[in-house]
């Protein structure tokens, strides 16, 4: 079982502070190192999702011929569909992502391959998230 905690993240300065699902997990670069990111637990997002910056922290390159656009909240965003290992406690995997080419997206945990690994509880009442494996 592996345990999170919601993580406080201010509104505004006149709209206060709510607490939000958000993972402590590590994706793999192209150099063969982890690097651990935040992002929000989303049973809402179809797919994992990570910002531009991330992407070239991991030492991705753009191919302009796999661009493909990506529907959401925010609209429309150009998109790489590509496949990486995370970590997820000690469980190691491959998963399905949408790399943004835009910077302003959060980097999202996403319901495939994700869901399907794990038993995710949001007790949201205690702060807490909770993945079981399968």
């Keep these: ?3 999170f905690k919601y993580k406080e993240e201010s509104l505004g300065p006149t709209r206060g502070k709510i607490k939000r699902p958000i ?3 590590f994706i793999k670069t192209t150099s063969g190192l982890w690097i651990e990111f935040h992002p929000y637990i989303d ?10 910056s991330l992407g070239r922290l991991l030492g991705w390159e753009v191919d302009e011929r796999k661009i493909q656009q990506i529907g959401g909240i925010r609209g429309s965003v150009p998109v790489i569909y590509t ?15 949408a790399w943004s080419l835009i910077e302003d997206v959060p ?6 391959d994700i869901f399907d690994i794990f038993k995710i509880t949001f007790e949201q009442y205690k702060g807490l998230i909770i993945f079981e494996k399968r």
Excluded at 43 to 52: C, E, F, K, N
Excluded at 107 to 112: A, D, E, F, N
């Design 83 to 97: 496949q990486n290992r995370i970590r997820i406690g000690k469980e190691k995997f491959s998963v399905n992502l």
């Design 43 to 52: 049973s809402g997002a179809d797919v994992t999702m990570i910002p531009l």
């Design 107 to 112: 980097p999202l945990l996403g319901r495939k």
């Design 23 to 25: 993972a402590d997990i």
């Design 1 to 3: 079982m592996i345990v």
